[in-house]
């Protein structure tokens, strides 16, 4: 039985949900070692809530440093479904201004050094990622905004840059000719991740600042992320609280793998089909 149907990654700014009720700690394991801290458990809305920040406790993880396989492994651990990510981000419109709220449903990954699979070693499988972000979770979190009293955008496309370092000019001109939304440095591989383990996928996007683009705003800065996310980390918590009543049932992406794997299983190692247990044991026993 599942120890939680929905999973919270807490970005820059949140790193705990006071409204959980029944809370417990559970430290896990995974086959790609530790998870970024903790996972915490609790109850909202009568639903199973697991959290997780991805950061770590204290914000201890570069972009590239945080565990992104052992995280989502961690929630399929738990019987996750449904992952509601809550990201920093910047704007790359200028109708996206500090404060708003952004629900994309595309990623551009320029990520450059993070594993983004769980396969390998001897096991191919090819997920689509046409549609990065569950539809039926990112329409709940969108009304859920507007409910909340957010300044909310539906759809956009996230740049994932690698970071740790915020974008050069000229790179920040190049992301709005291709015709992105905003830019941030957490949700790949994290979606492609996700997908693989056959989870629901949605991201929070709270809009911290103009990047560098902006010719009328200040370039990027930490101390201007951190001022609006603190101010938004209790509107993000207002609208996870208003979307979890409604998301219920199995996620629709819960066949993702079934047309994805190419291994024969006759020819998996027993090593690899025994970390991937989790992901491909209902298709391989």
């Given at each position: 039985?599942?120890?939680?149907?929905?999973?919270?990654?807490?970005?820059?700014?949140?790193?705990?949900?006071?409204?959980?009720?029944?809370?417990?700690?559970?430290?896990?394991?995974?086959?790609?070692?530790?998870?970024?801290?903790?996972?915490?458990?609790?109850?909202?809305?009568?639903?199973?809530?697991?959290?997780?920040?991805?950061?770590?406790?204290?914000?201890?993880?570069?972009?590239?440093?945080?565990?992104?396989?052992?995280?989502?492994?961690?929630?399929?651990?738990?019987?996750?479904e449904w992952l509601i990510s809550v990201s920093a981000?910047?704007?790359?419109?200028?109708?996206?201004?500090?404060?708003?709220?952004?629900?994309?449903?595309?990623?551009?990954?320029?990520?450059?050094?993070?594993?983004?699979?769980?396969?390998?070693?001897?096991?191919?499988?090819?997920?689509?990622?046409?549609?990065?972000?569950?539809?039926?979770?990112?329409?709940?979190?969108?009304?859920?905004?507007?409910?909340?009293?957010?300044?909310?955008?539906?759809?956009?496309?996230?740049?994932?840059?690698?970071?740790?370092?915020?974008?050069?000019?000229?790179?920040?001109?190049?992301?709005?000719?291709?015709?992105?939304?905003?830019?941030?440095?957490?949700?790949?591989?994290?979606?492609?991740?996700?997908?693989?383990?056959?989870?629901?996928?949605?991201?929070?996007?709270?809009?911290?600042?103009?990047?560098?683009?902006?010719?009328?705003?200040?370039?990027?800065?930490?101390?201007?992320?951190?001022?609006?996310?603190?101010?938004?980390?209790?509107?993000?918590?207002?609208?996870?609280?208003?979307?979890?009543?409604?998301?219920?049932?199995?996620?629709?992406?819960?066949?993702?793998?079934?047309?994805?794997?190419?291994?024969?299983?006759?020819?998996?190692?027993?090593?690899?089909?025994?970390?991937?247990?989790?992901?491909?044991?209902?298709?391989?026993?």
């Open positions: 039985m599942a120890e939680a149907e929905i999973g919270v990654i807490g970005g820059s700014g949140l790193y705990g949900m006071a409204e959980l009720g029944e809370v417990e700690e559970r430290a896990l394991d995974t086959p790609y070692g530790a998870p970024s801290a903790p996972y915490v458990l609790g109850t909202l809305s009568g639903k199973r809530i697991a959290f997780l920040p991805r950061h770590g406790q204290g914000h201890v993880f570069l972009p590239h440093e945080i565990p992104f396989r052992a995280n989502i492994h961690g929630f399929k651990q738990l019987g996750v981000v910047g704007s790359l419109k200028e109708d996206i201004h500090p404060g708003d709220i952004v629900i994309p449903d595309q990623f551009i990954d320029l990520t450059k050094t993070r594993v983004n699979t769980f396969f390998g070693d001897g096991v191919v499988a090819h997920v689509s990622m046409a549609d990065p972000v569950c539809g039926v979770l990112s329409g709940i979190l969108m009304g859920a905004a507007v409910r909340a009293g957010a300044t909310a955008h539906a759809g956009g496309t996230y740049v994932c840059m690698e970071g740790p370092q915020f974008s050069t000019r000229a790179e920040s001109f190049r992301y709005r000719a291709w015709g992105a939304s905003i830019i941030g440095m957490t949700n790949m591989p994290e979606a492609k991740l996700a997908r693989e383990a056959e989870m629901s996928y949605a991201t929070i996007a709270l809009a911290t600042d103009y990047d560098c683009w902006h010719e009328e705003e200040e370039a990027v800065s930490v101390e201007a992320v951190i001022a609006i996310v603190r101010s938004n980390a209790a509107l993000a918590q207002k609208i996870i609280k208003e979307a979890v009543p409604e998301i219920d049932g199995e996620s629709p992406f819960a066949g993702s793998l079934a047309t994805a794997l190419m291994t024969d299983p006759a020819r998996m190692p027993q090593k690899t089909k025994e970390r991937l247990h989790y992901l491909i044991g209902k298709y391989i026993s």
